[in-house]
């Protein structure tokens, strides 16, 4: 998994989500094959969950790029960084 999707706070509890959608994507070919269908379904349902979270971590990666770059653009511009980021 890359390691720049996330922030570095951040990226251990993705790393956790990430092992847990391969053991998951196991699980639902495991009950498929056997005929379990209800269980895959589960497995399916907490796959999605786990899937969702590893975005909304890289989605807080992707706020913290912008509201970096703006604050960045701001000292080159001479602004006051207090209002650059109050005004986020």
């Known amino acids: 998994m890359k390691q720049d999707l996330f922030l570095p706070q951040d990226y251990q509890k993705a790393l956790i989500k990430y092992r847990n959608t391969l053991e998951l994507?196991?699980?639902i070919e495991t009950n498929?094959?056997?005929g379990d269908f209800s269980q895959a379904v589960s497995s399916a349902y907490n796959l999605l969950?786990?899937?969702q979270e590893l975005d909304k971590l890289s989605e807080r990666k992707v706020a913290h790029d912008i509201n970096q770059e703006i604050?960045?653009?701001g000292i080159k511009q001479d602004l006051?960084?207090?209002l650059v980021v109050r005004s986020i």
């Open 71 to 73: 604050v960045s653009k």
């Open 80 to 82: 006051k960084i207090e």
């Open 49 to 51: 969950h786990s899937v």
């Open 32 to 34: 498929t094959t056997i």
């Open 25 to 27: 994507l196991d699980e």
